[in-house]
């Protein structure tokens, strides 16, 4: 499953921030207007977090991967099927 999500962070004051979940290249949810900053007047997104919760608990033992994550300033769309080579210039220790 891709799992690609927009954010776009209102300007300081004022309710226009983005917030888009595209799942397999389909817009499945969308949020306008919305105020991500407050007042604060510095631009940036300082973190990213990823959690899970579920409410009294998860009914069983639960195991998310995560793989190709990406960070860009447009939408880049899922990667296709056919898995790429791994890099071959990479030192994993």
């Known amino acids: 499953v ?3 999500t927009r954010v776009k962070l209102n ?3 004022q309710s226009n921030g983005i917030f888009e979940i595209y ?3 389909r817009l ?3 949020k306008q ?3 991500w900053v407050g007042a604060w007047d510095d631009y ?3 973190a990213i ?3 899970s919760y579920w409410n009294g608990g998860s009914p069983a033992t639960q195991e998310r991967y995560m793989d190709a994550l990406v960070v860009s300033k447009t ?3 899922c990667i296709s099927q056919v898995r790429p080579k791994p890099p071959t210039d990479v030192d994993v220790n």
Do not use: L, Q, V
């Open 2 to 4: 891709c799992i690609e």
């Open 11 to 13: 300007d300081a004051g």
């Open 23 to 25: 799942i397999n290249d």
């Open 28 to 30: 499945e949810a969308s």
């Open 33 to 35: 207007n919305m105020d």
């Open 44 to 46: 940036a997104i300082n």
């Open 49 to 51: 977090m990823f959690g």
């Open 75 to 77: 939408r880049i769309g």
